[in-house]
Structures are given as C-alpha cells and as structure tokens.
C-alpha cells in the first residue's frame, strides 16, 4: 500500500509538472484585445503591452463641414456685406501661438458659400484642397471667414486639439462652445 500511495504521488508530481500553463491564464488585454501566445493582439486604433493607449491616426481626413452658428452682423453692427447681403463663407485651419493667435495657415478652403443666411446650418459637402490633419503637436484652430471683393474678414473660430477630439474615432466631431460665435462639425475617416 505504501508503495501504491507513493508511486500515485510520483505519477501526481511529475503529471503535474509536465503539463504546461496557458501564457494568456492570467493576461487580461484591454479595448477588446485578445490574448495570442501570451501577448495581446490589439484592435486597430489600440497599441500597448495590454492594449491601453489609444493610438493616434496617420491623418484625419475632413469630408464634409458644417457650420451651424455664426454671427448675423459684425461686432460693430454693421452688416457682413457693403450691398446687404449675407456674409460669403469660407473656412480655414490655422496652428495657433500659446496665446491663440494664428501661427501657420495648414489650410484654406477653395469652396465658397456665398450670400447665406444665419439661423441656418451650411453645409461644405465638398472639402477642396483635401484636408487632412495630422498635427497633434500644436493647438489648432478653424476659422470662419467672410470672403470679400477687397479684404476677406474673420468671423471667429475655434482652437482644439486634434487628439482631444477623436477620442474613440468617431464620425464627427462638434467644434462650439457656449461663448462662441462660430460653430463647426466635421465629419471625419481616418488614415
């Protein structure tokens, strides 16, 4: 019997030893990340040991702006244009000093809408040259402009960071704020 007993503990200790752990047992990937082989695979947009860290796009690319808010009248009152008709929209991306004011024009759109009307949401179903953001360094800001037969004039925009506003990836993004006198959303595909 004490042979019996012993010869069970043998075969226990080294069945036991001889079986091997599963690598992915006790590694728990994040974001909807699997386990492969003791290392996790992550889903696109996801980087890290576990999956944790967003990853940032190669560049995003603009489809189509709207601009639901902007100011009917300039700040003195008067109206956008000398003939009174509506303002000539045309949008622009600029990098932005610390202090928000314009540093370096990325972009300025060839599409014009001309004479609109506020109270209104206008739509650039046409985004010329193509857009594509890829600074993540620099705050950025999107600016509204009237375009005029002499001077064009700036109707307001708003800074941001890229990264803060595709968190997640998602289709659009809304640029407004309560104080602000421009609004923008941004439909958006990733690279």
Same mark, same amino acid.
């Given at each position: ?7 069970? #503990? ?16 006790? #590694? ?13 695979? %992550? ?20 489809? $189509? ?18 003939? $009174?008709? @509506? ?12 202090? $928000? ?17 506020? @109270? ?36 307001? @925009? ?18 407004? %704020? ?14």
């Amino acid at each position: 019997m004490k042979k019996l007993t012993g010869l069970f #503990l043998f075969f226990l200790l080294v069945g036991s030893s001889c079986s091997k752990s599963d690598p992915c047992e006790s #590694l728990v990937c994040q974001n909807d990340g699997s386990c492969v082989d003791g290392k996790c695979q %992550c889903p696109e947009g996801w980087e890290g040991t576990l999956c944790e860290t967003e990853s940032l796009p190669n560049a995003v690319v603009v489809t $189509n702006i709207k601009v639901p808010k902007f100011p009917d009248k300039k700040s003195n009152g008067s109206n956008w244009d000398a003939d $009174n008709t @509506g303002p000539d929209l045309f949008t622009a991306l600029y990098t932005l000093k610390e202090d $928000n004011t314009t540093d370096q024009v990325l972009w300025i759109s060839d599409v014009i809408k001309l004479n609109v009307v506020s @109270g209104k949401t206008h739509e650039f179903s046409i985004v010329l040259p193509k857009l594509a953001m890829n600074n993540y360094e620099k705050k950025l800001g999107f600016f509204l402009w009237d375009k005029d037969d002499g001077a064009s004039e700036t109707m307001g @925009g708003i800074a941001f960071k890229l990264q803060d506003v595709i968190k997640g990836r998602p289709d659009s993004f809304i640029l407004d %704020c309560s104080t602000c006198k421009v609004a923008f959303e941004l439909a958006v595909k990733y690279e």
